[in-house]
C-alpha cells in the first residue's frame, strides 16, 4: 500500500503506483490519500486513512511518501493496522541537522513500539524483479545473479539500469538511506542465505553499526559469494558530501582497506569499477595466478599495454623456448616480438590468432590471455559471430582456469558498427571471454580476482 | 619516389603510392623496382633503377621499402641522384639485434657520404596534410593545430585516426622508428618554429641523444606552446618490449617525470590520457587555480565525483555563503547540498541549471564547473543545440579564465542518441567547453593544465 500519493504523474508515491503496474505486481495496491478519498488514482480506488484499509488480506509492505513531520504517525497507524514492513521514500530528516535527527528517533520509537520494521528514510526502496516491484520505469523483468545494498539512491538507480545494459540481471537492489531500523548487515546476511544471490555487491558510504559484527559476517559471507564493495566518500570534501547526503560519518579509506584484506572483500574505487568486476566475477574463472601474455599488432600499443598491466598487478612473463619455437614455425620474426608482449604487425590474420592462442593456452604459467583483436574483424560470411568467438573460447581448454580478455576501446561508438559489438558482447559472455575497454580496467579486475582466489586458498 | 613497388595493393611500397593518389599528391610520383620496369603500376610507369629517373625536377623524398639488407645500396644510389630525404619502412634492423646493429651503421655511413638524411628505419614516415602526403588510407585533408612525433608507427597510425574522430587535426605527424639520423629532438625543433603547430605532442620510449640539449629545448618550447609527452616503456616487461620495438632502452620514468617538472613538460601516462589532454589544451582556458564546483543530480554521484576529483588532484571548497544564499532563493533544501558538491535531486531543469552556474560563474575561487548536465536533455523543437549549449557556455565571462566542463559516460553509446552526442560534442567544443567520459579523466587533464600554467607563471 502507497501513502501519500498524487494525481499528477512523477515522482513520489505515485511514482510506485506506476511502476508497480508496470511490473505486472499482481497483489492489490491501495492508494491512501484524505485528500482524494473515493477517487481513482490510475484506475486504483483511493482510501482517505490506514485504518480504513480492507483487513482481509495481510498487508506486506507500506510505503510513505508524505512530507517527513508526518511519518511518525503514519507509522503508528501502520503499525496499528498489522502492517511489518514500512519504506519510507520521505526525505528530511538527519541529512538535515539536529531537528531531523530528533525526528528519527520519533520515527524509531514508533516502530518499535508498534512491531514495525523500516527501510529507509530518504531511500527508494526495493527493486525485486521475481516479486514484481521497483522503484523505476522500464528495469529488466529477469531476475539474475547479483544484489546490490546502496546507501544512495541515485546510485541504486544507476546500477539497476546500467547492470542491465552491462549483461546482468539482479536479484535484489535495496537503497538503505539513512537506516534508521534495518541497515546493511541486516541485507548482508540475508543476501548471504538467498539462493537466487551469486554475487553480493554494495555502495557504502558509512557504517551505522557493529564494525566487528560485520568483519564476522563478511568472513562467513566471502566464503561463499563474492562480496564487491564500493566505498564512498574517501577524502576531504567526500566526507562532507556524504554527511550531508545520508547524515553519516564516512570512516577512514585505509580501514576499510584493512577490513577488506582480513574477509576477503573486492574493494573497488568507483562506479565503473563496480561494473566490471561483476561482469568479471560473473564472466571469468579466478585464474592460478597473475601471469597474462599479451597479443597485439604492433609494437607501441604492445609497450603501451604492457606499461598499463604492470602498473596495476599483472605480470607479463616470457614465453617458453618451446612455445616461441612453436610459433617461429608460421611467423616470420621480422616486426614480430615472440617472447611477451606478442605483436603480430602484418601476421594476425584469423588462422594465425587461432594458431598463436592454441601455442598460448598450452603454456604452463600463462593464465591470462589478453588479446586486442576484436574477433568481429573475423566474421564474415562464411564465418559467424558465434563461430568467430566460440573459435576463440576454445583456444584454452574449458576445464583449465585459463582466462582470454579481449580489449575492445568502444568510447565514441560508430553507428555502423553498434550492433556487431552488441553481438560481440552477447556471444563473449556466452563463451566466458570477458571485453574490457581498456588495458587498466583488465589489470584491475584481473588482479581483484585473482586477489579474491587467494584469499579463498589461505582459508582452505 | 618510391622504391620497392609491387603490383598487389596493401602494404610497403604500393601503400604509400595509394595514399598519395588518393590525398592527391601534385607532384610527381615514380616507382622504382627492376622486376616490373617498363610496366605501369597504379597508372604509374615503373622505372627499373634509381639512376635511370628523370632529371628534369628535383626529388623530394626517396620512400624505401625494400629488405633491409638492400637499403644502404639504396641509400648511395639515392644521394648520388642528388635526393636529399630518404624514409624508410623497411625493418629488420637494430630491433633484431648485433647484425641488424651493423647494417644501421652501413646505412648511416651512406646517408653521410652521400648527403641525405635518413628518417627511420623502421617507420610509418609522414602525414602532412597540407603536403598531401600520408602513411594510412582515409585520413583527414585537413590541416590542424597539432603536430605528432611518434617512436611507435603503431601509435603514429592510431593517433592519426583517433584525433580526427576527436575533433582536431594536425599539422603533421611524424613517425621516429628507429632514429638512426634524424631523430626527437630535430623534429622537436622543427616543431617549435613551424607556424601550423601550436601544440607538440610525442609518444616516446628512448632518447637516441642528448638528454640534456632536449631539456634545454624542452624549456626554450614550452614557453611558446605546450608540449605532452607519452613516455611509454615504464616497469621491467615494459622495457623489454620497448627493445625488442625500437632497439632502445627505456629510460627510468621517474628521470622523465623530473624532467617534465623541470621544463613544464605535460607528462601523460596512456593514449587515452594524450587525447585528453591535446583536447583539454585547445578547448580549455589555464585556470588560475584547481578550485571546482561539482553540479550533479544526487548524493550518491556527488560523494563519487568528489571521491575522483580529490584522488586525482582537484580541491572541491565550499561555494561562498553569499553564493549559496543566492541558490537557496530558488532550490528547497531538502534533498540538494548547497555548499560543494551541489546536488539538486529533482530539481535541476533547464532555468535552474543556468541560474545556478551564472551564480557559480560569479563565486570568485572557482575556476572550474563540472557538471553531470548533458545539454542534450534540454534540446527540444523549443531550443536547439545550440542555443542549450551557448547559453551553458555564457553562464561563465568569456574574458575571465573559468571553464565549463560536463561529464558524459558514452562507453556503450546506444544507436538512437549517437546523433546526438555527437551534435553535442562539436558544438561544446565550439563553445569552449570540455566533454570527459569520467572525473577521473576531467581531474587529471584540469590537473595538468593548471600545473603547466603555473609553470609558465613562474618562469614569466
Redesign the interface.
Known amino acids: 500500500m502507497v501513502v501519500g500519493v498524487s494525481k499528477g504523474r512523477g515522482?513520489g508515491g505515485s511514482h510506485y503506483l506506476e511502476t508497480f503496474k508496470e511490473y505486472g505486481y499482481s497483489g492489490p495496491i491501495y492508494p491512501v490519500n484524505p485528500k482524494y478519498e473515493g477517487e481513482e488514482i490510475q484506475g486504483l480506488k483511493v482510501y482517505g486513512s490506514i485504518s480504513s484499509l480492507p483487513d482481509d488480506i495481510p498487508i506486506d509492505l507500506g510505503i510513505v511518501a508524505v512530507p517527513a513531520k508526518f511519518t511518525p504517525q503514519i507509522i503508528e497507524e501502520l503499525g496499528q493496522k498489522g502492517v511489518l514492513f514500512a519504506h519510507l521514500f520521505s526525505?528530511?530528516y538527519s541529512e538535515?541537522g539536529k531537528e531531523g535527527k530528533l525526528l528519527e528517533q520519533q520515527l524509531l520509537e514508533k516502530a518499535i513500539e508498534n512491531h514495525i520494521r523500516i527501510l529507509g528514510p530518504?531511500c527508494m526502496g526495493i527493486y525485486n524483479p521475481k516479486g514484481r516491484i521497483g522503484f523505476s520505469h522500464r528495469l529488466s523483468l529477469v531476475s539474475g545473479p547479483v544484489a546490490f545494498i546502496?546507501?544512495?539512491?541515485?546510485?541504486?538507480?544507476?546500477h539497476a539500469y546500467t547492470g542491465i545494459?552491462?549483461g546482468y540481471n539482479f536479484s535484489k537492489i535495496v537503497s538503505l538511506g539513512n537506516q534508521i531500523d534495518l541497515d546493511l548487515l541486516d541485507f548482508l546476511n540475508y543476501f548471504r542465505s538467498d539462493p537466487d544471490t551469486k554475487v553480493i555487491t554494495m555502495?557504502v558510504?558509512n557504517l551505522k553499526r557493529g564494525g566487528s559484527d560485520f568483519v564476522k559476517l563478511l568472513k562467513e559471507t566471502t566464503k561463499e559469494k563474492p562480496v564487491i564493495i564500493w566505498k564512498?566518500?574517501?577524502?576531504?570534501?567526500?566526507h562532507?558530501?556524504?554527511r550531508?547526503?545520508?547524515g553519516g560519518l564516512a570512516g577512514n579509506i585505509k580501514l576499510w582497506k584493512s577490513m577488506a584484506h582480513q574477509t576477503g572483500v573486492i574493494l573497488v574505487?568507483?562506479?565503473?569499477e563496480l561494473i566490471e568486476m561483476i561482469q568479471t566475477v560473473l564472466v571469468l574463472k579466478i585464474p592460478k595466478n597473475r601471469n597474462t601474455a599479451i597479443l597485439t599488432?604492433?609494437?607501441?600499443?604492445?609497450?603501451?599495454l604492457?606499461?598499463?598491466?604492470?602498473?596495476y598487478g599483472l605480470?607479463?612473463?616470457r614465453i617458453t623456448e618451446d612455445g616461441q619455437n612453436k610459433i617461429r614455425d608460421f611467423i616470420p620474426?621480422?616486426?614480430s616480438?615472440l617472447?611477451?608482449?606478442l605483436?603480430f604487425g602484418?601476421n594476425g590474420g584469423y588462422p594465425n590468432m587461432i594458431k598463436v592462442m592454441k601455442i598460448l593456452g598450452e603454456e604452463p604459467h600463462i593464465s591470462t590471455i589478453l588479446t586486442t583483436t576484436n574477433p568481429g574483424w573475423y566474421t564474415s560470411e562464411k564465418l559467424t559471430m558465434d563461430e568467430v568467438v566460440k573459435s576463440f573460447a576454445n583456444t584454452v581448454s574449458q576445464d583449465s582456469n585459463k582466462n582470454i580478455i579481449c580489449l575492445l576501446n568502444?568510447?565514441?561508438?560508430?553507428?555502423d558498427t553498434?550492433?556487431l559489438i552488441d553481438e560481440f558482447y552477447v556471444k563473449a559472455r556466452e563463451y566466458g571471454i570477458m571485453i574490457y575497454?581498456?588495458?587498466?580496467a583488465a589489470a584491475i579486475s584481473l588482479f581483484r580476482l585473482w586477489n579474491y582466489g587467494k584469499y579463498l586458498e589461505s582459508r582452505a
Do not use: M
Open positions: 515522482w526525505s528530511g538535515l530518504n546502496s546507501q544512495s539512491g541515485g546510485n541504486a538507480n544507476r545494459a552491462s555502495y558510504e564512498g566518500g574517501k577524502l576531504n570534501a567526500g562532507s558530501a556524504v550531508s547526503h545520508t574505487n568507483n562506479f565503473k599488432g604492433g609494437g607501441g600499443p604492445a609497450v603501451e604492457t606499461d598499463e598491466c604492470e602498473a605480470k607479463i612473463p620474426e621480422v616486426n616480438n617472447s611477451n608482449p605483436e602484418a568502444i568510447s565514441r561508438a560508430r553507428k553498434i550492433d575497454d581498456s588495458a587498466r
